[in-house]
């Protein structure tokens, strides 16, 4: 027997065994409308004493754990585009669908604005009501006074990092079905203060290689690092004989000369806020018992073992060597050549491949080579793609008691697994 209209959602998302340590679920959503005709009982459609199903409290809605960056659903807005079944009935009762779902939110913590909204809007017949969950527990408005849901989306006034990030869903419904939306993630922006112990001289014999750490303080989400040389704003220029790690933030001089000698202050960045704190001073002296001779180099930063890239994004691959004389640095991609698009950045230091295709993926070797030797590394770069709608649900009219059979397919890199969802509850296989 099949209620009168129901919202049935499938989740797809991409995620296999060899991806998983490195790429979470991307699921992507797509909802239809299953209605039975009117001959079935239209009373039962149409009236307004029909009578209300139950539904679960929402500490028993299904919360998948899904994390990453979902693909957008972007549901029709326009009436135009709604259903036939729909379009030519007037006032004419269903579901839930999604106008907007909850997109992923930064919210900086010095900002001066003391709310964050997270948007959520859903068309239905009746206008449907809204309820939002937090890691997959409901959000009890009622007894907490910094939350409110205005026409849909949530709004947190004075929203703390320990109460408030997570993972958020909007959880729309009526009489005649419910939807989850996607996760949104809400991340909270800060960069702290560096340690202010006094850091330790660091001494080298001339010719030697050296590595001066940043150490940075807590941050969310990425920084950028630079380095400043005695005084602010005299900063370190990147060369073949220096490197700057965006990775690690660290100093990397191949080959110390004594025009090296000074006091090196490391200066992070975060990406949201644009806020800047220095390190303290870390000296860097010459030790008086003789210069480095010449050695082979050695490879200090390099690339992880297993790099994965979304396609379409731009991937960057660092390596770089100490040594004497300073290593040159050359790269190959192993199983082919080369992508025509990749630059050279930093002296040769980073590989920077652009809108990455599927066919870049492969084993790429970084080599550091001088007179008295050479050293390599390898790493595999996986590019994986979103999931891909490539047949979708069409919402569908049936007579009582006639069979259902709803097709779907996608595309992706790991293939795709399907999830269903029937009023924001999982079916699962009979």
């Keep these: 027997f099949l209620s009168p209209i129901r919202t049935t959602f499938l989740f797809l998302f991409s995620n296999l065994p060899e991806y998983s340590a490195a790429i979470p679920g991307f699921p992507a959503s797509y909802a239809a409308i299953l209605r039975l005709k009117s001959s079935y009982s239209s009373s039962a459609i149409n009236s307004k004493n029909r009578q209300r199903p139950s539904y679960p409290a929402m500490g028993s809605i299904f919360s998948p754990d899904w994390h990453g960056s979902p693909q957008p659903y972007h549901p029709p807005t326009n009436p135009e585009q709604f259903p036939e079944a729909f379009k030519h009935e007037e006032g004419v009762d269903y579901g839930p669908v999604f106008i907007q779902e909850p997109d992923h939110v930064i919210f900086p913590m010095d900002s001066d604005e003391k709310k964050v909204s997270l948007s959520c809007q859903a068309r239905g017949n009746p206008a449907p009501t809204y309820r939002w969950l937090r890691n997959g527990t409901e959000i009890d408005i009622e007894t907490d006074y910094r939350y409110s849901v205005i026409e849909g989306s949530l709004i947190i006034n004075n929203p703390s990092e320990i109460k408030d990030a997570g993972q958020y869903q909007c959880f729309s419904t009526n009489v005649f079905g419910s939807i989850l939306s996607r996760e949104a993630t809400l991340q909270f922006a800060y960069l702290g203060n560096f340690s202010g112990r006094t850091r330790s001289a660091v001494s080298v014999r001339e010719g030697q290689g050296v590595v001066l750490m940043c150490s940075p303080p807590l941050h969310s989400p990425e920084i950028i690092y630079s380095w400043v040389f005695n005084a602010f704003p005299s900063f370190v220029a990147e060369d073949s004989r220096r490197f700057i790690s965006q990775e690690t933030g660290n100093l990397y001089i191949s080959k110390v000369q004594p025009s090296d000698v000074g006091s090196y202050i490391c200066l992070v960045k975060n990406t949201v806020t644009n806020a800047r704190v220095l390190s303290p001073p870390t ?148």
Aim: hydrophobic share 30%; aromatic share 10%; glycine share 8%.
């Design 283 to 430: 000296p860097l002296t010459l030790r008086t018992d003789g210069v480095m001779g010449e050695y082979e180099p050695k490879i200090e930063v390099h690339f992880p073992y297993t790099v994965t890239a979304a396609k379409g994004s731009t991937v960057k691959m660092e390596c770089f060597a100490l040594g004497n004389p300073v290593p040159t640095i050359s790269w190959r991609k192993v199983n082919g050549p080369n992508p025509s698009k990749a630059r050279l950045r930093k002296s040769q230091a980073v590989l920077e491949i652009p809108n990455v295709q599927l066919e870049d993926a492969g084993t790429y070797e970084c080599k550091a080579e001088n007179s008295r030797g050479r050293n390599v590394f390898r790493g595999q770069l996986q590019v994986y793609t979103y999931p891909h709608w490539t047949e979708r649900l069409n919402d569908t009219q049936l007579d009582s008691g006639d069979q259902l059979r709803w097709e779907c397919r996608a595309s992706g890199k790991p293939r795709p697994t399907y999830r269903w969802l029937r009023n924001g509850i999982p079916l699962w296989p009979e």
